[in-house]
């Protein structure tokens, strides 16, 4: 947390740093009010602390008092209203015979001060100005109303104060939750990646198995098969004789018209193919009828 300190007289300041110097100077005070402050930002809220120095008189020795604002210059003022009243306080004695002795003191219940309020009031007026008895009431009564306006002001600041506090507890929550959700994705991804793996390296131990058993298998189908095994198949590659084939092989071809015989020669034996769907014919045909009359056979 950065601080700024300063110190100053504050001589050229208005209002109550002025009426302060004023005071002390009439009272014998040789030394001026010196005001030391520091200032710097907490929870997002500038402040600043000021005190104020009063030297020391011939019956009173040096005091202070502090008080905290939110800038230097402003919190002189309110430094300088409170030095004012204990100094009225303190030098009690000392301001009675002077126009201070109606400024009012810490400590309101004192009886000196009684007696001065009794003095302005009432039908045993003692104090005979008018015009000092007017003046008092309206400077107290705005006394009055500052100080209320003031512990108004300080709950205000503690309001503001404590609603900075929850918001940077909600943004620490906030950057926690933030955290931790990134965390689990992070976890997430990890999880994701390694079930990729996992199946990636799966995938590849049964690549791995099936070309293991496809090698093992190919030397087996090279080998050649044993000769009864391709006799059996070769037997069974032949197909039986269809009934055209058997047809065509049964009927010669005709001879052309100069080489046909002149007469018809008698073969030793007759030729009967059976076909494996007819039953056996019952005439035997003449193989020299078919050579010279073929359009005679019927089917």
């Known amino acids: ?5 300063q110190t100053r007289f504050c001589q050229n300041e208005d209002a109550f740093p002025k009426l302060l110097r004023a005071c002390t100077v009439r009272l014998g005070i040789r030394s001026q009010p010196e005001y030391d402050g520091r200032e710097f930002v907490e929870h997002g809220i500038e402040k600043c ?17 502090t008080a905290a604002g939110h800038r230097f210059k402003d919190t002189c003022q309110v430094i300088a209203r409170k030095a004012l009243r204990a100094l009225c306080q ?28 009794r003095a302005l009031e009432g039908k045993q007026l003692l104090e005979d100005d008018p015009t000092v008895v007017h003046l008092t009431a ?15 002001h ?33 976890r997430e991804v990890i999880a994701v990646e390694a079930l990729k793996q996992a199946k990636d390296e799966h995938v590849q131990k049964l690549m791995e198995a099936y070309l293991a058993m496809d090698k093992q298998e190919q ?13 059996s198949l070769t037997m069974k590659k032949i197909p039986a004789p269809s009934r055209e084939i058997k047809e065509a092989a049964s009927t010669p071809p ?16 007759e030729f009967d193919p059976v076909l494996p769907s007819q039953s056996p014919p019952e005439e035997v045909i003449n193989i020299s009828s078919l050579l010279t009359h073929p359009g005679d056979i019927s089917d």
């Open 1 to 5: 947390m950065e601080v700024r300190c």
């Open 219 to 231: 030397p087996e189908s090279s080998q050649d098969p044993p000769p009864e095994l391709c006799e």
């Open 90 to 117: 303190i030098y009690e004695e000392e301001v009675a015979d002077t126009p201070l002795r109606f400024f009012p003191p810490f400590q309101r219940d004192r009886p000196v001060w009684m007696a001065r309020m």
């Open 154 to 186: 300080r709950q205000m600041i503690a309001r503001a104060e404590d609603a900075e506090k929850r918001n940077r507890k909600l943004h620490v929550d906030l950057t926690t939750a933030q955290a931790r959700a990134t965390a689990l994705e992070s």
């Open 138 to 152: 309206y400077l107290l009564t705005l006394d009055a109303q500052y100080d209320f306006l003031a512990r108004h």
């Open 254 to 269: 005709a001879l052309p018209p100069s080489e046909e015989l002149q007469e018809p020669v008698a073969l030793e034996e």
């Open 49 to 65: 602390v000021v005190t104020v120095y009063i030297g020391s008189s011939p019956h009173h020795v040096e005091w202070s008092v």
